[in-house]
């Protein structure tokens, strides 16, 4: 029986700089680690994880919503394709990303709530703390 995740983290970045960078494959990658191709219009397929993801973009509302359908490349035949739905709202002097994932195949629940923490939103942090850390080195005088 397919289950659904809900869960949201906080990043320091605002919520546009974030919607962008999940829908810039370049960036996209640089985040995760990991090749990606996607598209920031619904109908625009994307695969992150050297294809180990795949889907389609369903919806997008500029800087606020993007929903995917979403499948794991080891998920069972009979799987139904999972539905991504990620918000981005401020908070404090970053954003919150919310995440409903709904139609997880149940054999896979636990390693992609799991994942999204680790393949997602520690590097997403990570990224941007280095990015920052990059930008006060190159405002230093010399």
Known sequence: M????????ALSASPDEL???????????????????????AGAEFSA??????????????????????????????DIDSTLILTFWPEGRGARIELIHANVADHDFTGVSEGWQIYYFAPWQEYLMKRKADKKGKSKPR
Do not use: C, N
């Open 2 to 9: 397919p289950r659904t995740i809900q869960i949201a983290a």
């Open 19 to 41: 919607f962008d960078m999940y829908l810039d494959p370049e960036l996209h990658a640089a985040i995760t680690g990991a090749p990606a191709s996607i598209g920031a219009r």
């Open 49 to 78: 994880f050297d294809g180990g993801l795949e889907g389609k973009i369903l919806q997008v509302v500029p800087k606020r919503l993007i929903v995917q359908s979403w499948r794991a490349s080891h998920w069972k035949p009979k």
